[in-house]
């Protein structure tokens, strides 16, 4: 069983113009809502790809009704925890040029009721045959070590962990060593107080975590592709060259077929590959979407892994 933790969902509005001008009226010719989140889009392309997952996290008021009820209705298994403040929504603008600007609210303000109900909601879900997918943002009134707590505790119930999260939350989940990390190169940076670094040196920071005990480290690099490390084993994918229509979501795509793929037994290799086609084919659809089977498949014939 595969289950997703978003703590702090979103009905993501992504709105396209043809030239983003600030200071004058902008008109939008197409937009798109989706229910969103880190966790919520890992779970949609694991529908895509022909699996099933458990979305779960905080909803709440008007717009967390409206993410619940779009997921239930394309085919996602939900088991949400309410709350009493409203779902935040996020607004994406982008451009013909394929410039992308955010403005992302900082979401509800969660009590230490409703946390609680969380944590106990995910232990009683965790065993030996749980894949747990934590990602994206925290919420108000939730301390910034509650990644590594959850880790802690799920490993204690034999769960793995499958971690996407940055900043000082990042720092502390790596106390707890997750099972598979996938930070994207920006993060990657941040966590080690880099400004650039070489592929030789992106490397060696995945290494270190390797080293730390984590199994599995999935680096996305965007237009330079990805970097894939297990064990001894250093691969980098190239970026498959595609027409973006949104780059939001392209690494959950990636960390839904590593949870995917390793519910199911497929090799490292085989993970990493597909894990670039479906990255690839998330930004040819607009918003968060998934992109069909066709066209992953399609993708999968122009990835390649070097050995690195």
């Known amino acids: 069983m595969i289950v997703t933790v978003t703590l702090n969902p979103a009905i993501d509005k992504?709105?396209?113009?043809?030239?983003?001008?600030?200071?004058?009226?902008?008109?939008?010719?197409?937009?798109?809502?989706?229910?969103?989140?880190?966790?919520?889009n890992v779970s949609k392309t694991i529908l895509?790809?022909?699996?099933?997952?458990?979305?779960?996290?905080?909803?709440?008021?008007?717009?967390?009704?409206?993410?619940?009820?779009?997921?239930?209705?394309?085919?996602?298994?939900?088991?949400?925890?309410h709350i009493d403040e409203e779902t935040r929504t996020n607004t994406k603008i982008i451009s013909l040029s394929g410039d992308e600007t955010e403005f992302n609210e900082p979401g509800p303000s969660i009590t230490e009721f409703e946390k609680n109900r969380l944590i106990e909601k995910l232990v009683g879900m965790a065993d030996k045959d749980t894949i747990f997918v934590l990602s994206g943002s925290?919420?108000?009134?939730?301390e910034k070590t509650i990644y590594r707590d959850l880790t802690f505790a799920l490993h204690e119930k034999g769960a793995k962990v499958f971690s996407d999260i940055d900043g000082e939350a990042f720092?502390?989940?790596?106390?707890?060593?997750?099972?598979?990390?996938?930070?994207?190169?920006?993060e990657l940076l941040k966590y080690f107080d880099k400004t650039?670094?070489?592929?030789a040196e992106i490397v060696e920071m995945g290494r270190y975590f390797i080293e730390k005990g984590v199994e599995t480290v999935v680096i996305s690099c965007g237009s330079d592709g990805a970097v894939f490390l297990q064990g001894d084993k250093a691969y980098k994918g190239p970026a498959v060259k595609v027409k973006a229509v949104s780059t939001v979501g392209a690494g959950d795509a990636m960390m839904a077929v590593f949870a995917y793929y390793s519910d199911r037994g497929y090799s490292f290799e085989e993970a990493a590959k597909m894990s670039m086609a479906v990255?690839?084919?998330?930004?040819?659809t607009e918003g968060t979407k998934p992109a069909s089977m066709e066209v992953v498949n399609a993708l999968l014939e122009q990835v390649t892994l070097e050995v690195i």
């Open 138 to 142: 925290i919420p108000q009134g939730i």
């Open 279 to 284: 990255s690839a084919g998330s930004v040819t």
């Open 48 to 81: 895509a790809l022909g699996g099933n997952s458990i979305a779960t996290g905080y909803i709440g008021g008007y717009f967390g009704m409206m993410a619940e009820r779009s997921l239930v209705d394309d085919g996602v298994s939900v088991a949400f925890v």
């Open 14 to 40: 992504t709105a396209y113009v043809d030239e983003l001008n600030v200071g004058k009226i902008n008109r939008i010719f197409n937009i798109v809502h989706d229910a969103g989140g880190k966790g919520i």
């Open 171 to 186: 720092k502390y989940a790596m106390e707890a060593v997750p099972d598979l990390l996938k930070p994207n190169k920006h």
């Open 196 to 199: 650039e670094a070489t592929e």
